[in-house]
């Protein structure tokens, strides 16, 4: 069983604070390559030894998953991730950020479709992208595509991000008539995805209207789609609940714990919010 850290869970990042009190982040993460040829998610996260970018532009973490059905997954999903990380920490003290998330998404977007066109042969490629931040005690969020966003607060799990797949158009099929929700929930084309990067432009993407409030013990959790097409919410909070050193490590191996024949790679990253 082999795991891949960006960099290793538990590192605190100490002396950051907001004009009222200390509030500590505690970031972790895992990733593995299920039962999958080829790793196609990616992420990354704020340098945690520049103190000074931490402070005026908060803690950035990005997650993307490459589409396995198009070609070149693991450069799009990559390529996504670098760009963006790269955008953002362009971001000029006061600018606002959720005004930074938004450009680093359509400059990662441009990034991945020209990445298309770079070479020979045209390829079809795409990722689905979401992104996190922290700054002082409030939660920024961008997405594209159907990897997830959830926040765990007082054993209680919410979705903060919305899957962009056809089943919303199903429903809104069955909400005016034109078919059952029996042929909602049998249709193939259910679970495809109707916006990622790589497309000319984003169809659909989701961003926090207003900065979250976060509260003591919250954690954030970044997922890409082989943790909750394997763990029910129950099983991701009855996880969450054992308040481990590592959420995200213990996340996934509970996933792969499930030995599911096709297992999907899975990466979750965690970001645990304390204010004292």
């Known amino acids: 069983m082999i795991f891949q850290f960006f960099k290793l869970g538990g590192e605190i990042i100490d002396n950051y604070t907001t004009s009222n009190s200390a509030v500590k982040i505690i970031p972790a993460n ?61 971001k000029e003290n006061g600018d606002p950020i959720n005004d930074a998330l938004w450009r680093a998404l359509k400059v990662a977007n441009t990034a991945v479709f020209d990445l298309a066109f770079d070479g020979i042969e045209e390829k079809e490629l795409g990722t689905t992208l979401i992104a996190a931040v922290i700054d002082k005690d409030k939660l920024y969020w961008v997405s594209a ?20 797949i056809y089943g919303n158009h199903l429903q809104l099929d069955v909400a005016s008539g034109r078919i059952s929700q029996k042929e909602a929930d049998n249709h193939p084309e259910r679970s495809h995805l ?64 499930r030995n599911k024949k096709y297992q999907d790679n899975i990466t979750v990253v965690t970001l645990s919010f304390f204010d004292s």
Do not use: W
């Not at 931490?54 to 997954?73: E, F, H, P, R, T």
């Not at 595509?145 to 962009?164: A, C, P, V, W």
């Open 145 to 164: 595509g159907d990897s997830r966003i959830y926040l765990f607060r007082e054993e209680n799990l919410q979705q903060l991000t919305r899957d962009h």
């Open 30 to 90: 895992c990733q593995h390559i299920g039962k999958r040829k080829n790793q196609e998610d990616a992420f990354a996260l704020s340098d945690f030894s520049d103190r000074e970018a931490i402070v005026n532009n908060g803690l950035l973490a990005v997650v993307a998953d490459g589409m396995g059905g198009l070609s070149c997954g693991d450069e799009a999903s990559l390529k996504a991730v670098q760009v963006f990380m790269r955008e953002y920490c362009r």
């Open 194 to 257: 109707t916006s990622y990067l790589g497309l000319m432009e984003l169809p659909e993407t989701d961003q926090c209207a207003q900065p979250l409030p976060l509260q003591n013990k919250d954690v954030v959790i970044l997922s890409t789609d082989g943790l909750y097409d394997t763990l029910s919410e129950s099983e991701i909070i009855a996880t969450l609940k054992k308040e481990s050193d590592n959420p995200a490590e213990e996340l996934v191996k509970e996933a792969l714990a």
